[in-house]
Structure formats: structure tokens, C-alpha cells
């Protein structure tokens, strides 16, 4: 399964296309304007997502052989908050959006898979479900279709999807058996005092002092309290409290996230976490409050899945160019299908080779865009295995 040069270059042009117009997660709406057209103009079945964004869209195997799965096929279509930097031809035209996961990338891929797929539709034995699904970066767009019950109706019994990865060279499929990336806990922390004037500190219940000390107490939990062969990361993201130089408020709000691999890991953690926060704010006479938000669960290639997935790589490049590699602690929602259907999670190699390639969600990201073909025929293969 080849595309010949122009195909190529459409591949990478519907990617350009989809670069400059980089949209809030579930607001992604000139983005599925565009994948609706492609996939019309490709022939594809458009069913209902249940959603106002992403697409879904089913190419039914035409083999006399037909083994009576189905195959589901995911890219994610959302941009991140960011104001592009990065030395590239072709730059976000939405202030203060940008592509910076490569979401543009996937979705270019899966339609060129698409394209693939429908043109071996007399050779697939499978049907196959084209998702681009919204929302992935704020981990609510899979946990939306599958209450929306695209897996009832369509009944996928297979489910792959693929991210792109900066520090893998171009032409390079990561097949990973087991963790390949990490589950998500979002988090809030409420420190309620009593404010005033920052001249008179005996009669206030100082909530920004509090905060400082459970910022730190919170920075040695992986070190003090998490087994060290475990694998945990806590970050307070955003810390909100105070404006004037005068006065010290009543309330300061703090964000973060926990990634961790390990339930028991994951669980001590969150109970130390919880424990800091009220404990804590009572020693500075103030009210802590802890709210957990479960974001996603662990992306965790499994066995029954493994073989597919490494036939269908070795297919797609040189047996050299097939790699394994050491996890991430980024999360992914695709994650949730797992408790829909048996699952398995790529990395397409996207990193320029010899030159420094920014990871994800940095404002100087970009892709070495001939990889967008392995992408796209690595899902093709798979659809057809």
C-alpha cells in the first residue's frame, strides 16, 4: 500500500491546510468543516459522531473473505493554547492557538489512510471506522463518544491510534509492549484564610503563606513518600491569589496534574496529596480544600494486541526502523478505549534527523512532515490486518 508523489504531496498539504487553523479542544469547527470534505470527496461513509465536532466515517470491506471484524481508526483534531514560534513556512493564522502536539499531523495521516483503505476496498476484509475525535488535549473528547455510544452502535472490535514523536527520527515506528504512557489526575487546591491589610498580620489568616508551604510539602511526596522504582510526577501548574501590594486576600487557588503508571503508586499518592492540603492549611488557621479531577487511565499496550501491531509495522517500514522505546509521562484519552475494545497506541517517529526537535506543547514544535506517509499507512495496514 504506496501513495505515488502527488499523493504525498497532498498528504502534506492537507496538513498545511490544517496548521494555520488550529482550534480550541471541542470548538474545533473549520477543522471538521475540512475533514468532512475530504472525506466526502474520498467516497467515505459519514455516520454520526453525536458531537457538534469531529467526524466519524466507515469504509465497509468489499473482500468475498470478509472476517466479520471491525477495525476503528482514531487521530485526534484540537489545537493547545500557544503562540507559535517555531521556524516554519506555514504558521498558525488563530492568535494564541497552534498545532502544538501535532494533532494537524494525525489527522492528515488518518485521512490519507483513508484514502488507502478505499481504494483496497475490494481486498479488506474488515470494515473500518474512521474517528477524529475532538477534545483529546483536555482528556474529555473520548470519554464524549463513548457516552454518545459510538461503540454500540459500530461495534468496533479493535481500536489504534498513533501519536507523533519529536525525539524519534523520522521513519520510525515505536511498538511498545506494556506502559506507554501515563495515567492523568488533575487537581485543585482552595487555601481560604482571612485577608486584610498586609500592615496588621495579627488579624489576618494569611492564605498565600499557607499556599508556599503546601507548594513545598507537595514537592516531596514522589521523594519521601512513593516507592523510588515507581514512577510519579506532581506538578502545580498555575497559582492564583492577590493583586494589590497592600492587601492580602482571602482566597488562592492552585492547579495541577499527577501522572503516575502504578494504581498503589497512584493512590498513596493522592492520599499524601489530599492529607498536606488539610493538614497544612489547619496549621496556618486556614481552610485547605482538594478536588480531583480523573483525567485518564494509563495507555498500556497489551499482549493480545502486540502481535497485530508489530506485523503491521514491519509491514509498513524496514524491520530496522521498528523500535521499541522507554514510556512518557504525558497522558492520552485514547486510553479510555481500552474498556470498550482491545486497544493498541503507536509513536510515528516525527523528529528531523540530525537537528534538535522541541517536544510536544512547546511554541517552537514542528514535524518532519514526510513522516505524515508512515503514519498514514501504518493505520491503512492496520485497518487491513
Known amino acids: 500500500m504506496r501513495f505515488d508523489e502527488c499523493e504525498i504531496k497532498e498528504l502534506i498539504g492537507w496538513k498545511t491546510a490544517l496548521h494555520r487553523i488550529p482550534e480550541p479542544s471541542m470548538h474545533e469547527h473549520k477543522t471538521t468543516a475540512f475533514i468532512k470534505a475530504r472525506l466526502n470527496e474520498i467516497g467515505t461513509e459519514l455516520a454520526d459522531i453525536g458531537l457538534k465536532t469531529g467526524a466519524v466515517a466507515v469504509i465497509r470491506g ?18 493547545i493554547k500557544a503562540n507559535e514560534t517555531a521556524a516554519v513556512g506555514v504558521k498558525s493564522e488563530h492568535e494564541g492557538m497552534m498545532h502544538a502536539c501535532g494533532h494537524d499531523f494525525h489527522t492528515a495521516a488518518l485521512l490519507g489512510a483513508a484514502k488507502l483503505l ?38 468496533p472490535d479493535r481500536v489504534y491510534g498513533l501519536h507523533n514523536r519529536p525525539e524519534v527520527e523520522c521513519g520510525r515506528i515505536v511498538v511498545n509492549k506494556g506502559p506507554l504512557m501515563a495515567a492523568k489526575d488533575n487537581f485543585k487546591i482552595t ?12 488579624l489576618i489568616k494569611d492564605p498565600i503563606t499557607c499556599a508556599g508551604h503546601i507548594l513545598c510539602a507537595v514537592n516531596t511526596i514522589v521523594s519521601r513518600n512513593i516507592d523510588p522504582t515507581d514512577t510519579v510526577v506532581i506538578s502545580v501548574c498555575s497559582v492564583h491569589g492577590g493583586v494589590p501590594e497592600n492587601l492580602v486576600v482571602d482566597t488562592v487557588e492552585m492547579t495541577g496534574s499527577m501522572r503516575s503508571f502504578d494504581e498503589g503508586a497512584r493512590a498513596r499518592a493522592l492520599e499524601r496529596l489530599e492529607t498536606i492540603v488539610e493538614s497544612t492549611a489547619r496549621a496556618f488557621e486556614c481552610e485547605g ?25 514491519r509491514k509498513t517500514v524496514r524491520e530496522c526502523d521498528v523500535i521499541s522505546a522507554a514510556p512518557c509521562l504525558a497522558s492520552e484519552d485514547f486510553a479510555l478505549y481500552s474498556k470498550m475494545a482491545d486497544t493498541f497506541f503507536f509513536w510515528v517517529g516525527s523528529g528531523v534527523p540530525n537537528e534538535h526537535n522541541p517536544s510536544w506543547h512547546n511554541s517552537d514544535f514542528r514535524t518532519d512532515d514526510r513522516a505524515i506517509e508512515t503514519a498514514a499507512r501504518l493505520l491503512a495496514v492496520c485497518g487491513m490486518e
Open 289 to 313: 480544600r482538594f478536588e480531583l479531577n480523573f483525567a485518564a487511565p494509563a495507555v498500556t499496550n497489551g499482549e493480545k494486541m502486540y502481535g497485530y501491531a508489530l506485523s503491521a509495522a
Open 191 to 202: 487555601v481560604t484564610g482571612v485577608g486584610g491589610h498586609s500592615s496588621m498580620p495579627h
Open 62 to 79: 468489499k473482500n468475498p473473505e470478509k472476517s466479520g471484524k471491525t477495525v476503528l481508526l482514531r487521530a485526534d483534531i484540537d489545537g
Open 118 to 155: 478505499k481504494r483496497h476496498e475490494t481486498e479488506l476484509k474488515n470494515d473500518v471506522i474512521l474517528l477524529f475525535q475532538p477534545g483529546e488535549e483536555t482528556c474529555e473528547g473520548a470519554n464524549l463518544v463513548i457516552k454518545n455510544g459510538l461503540f454500540e452502535r459500530l461495534r
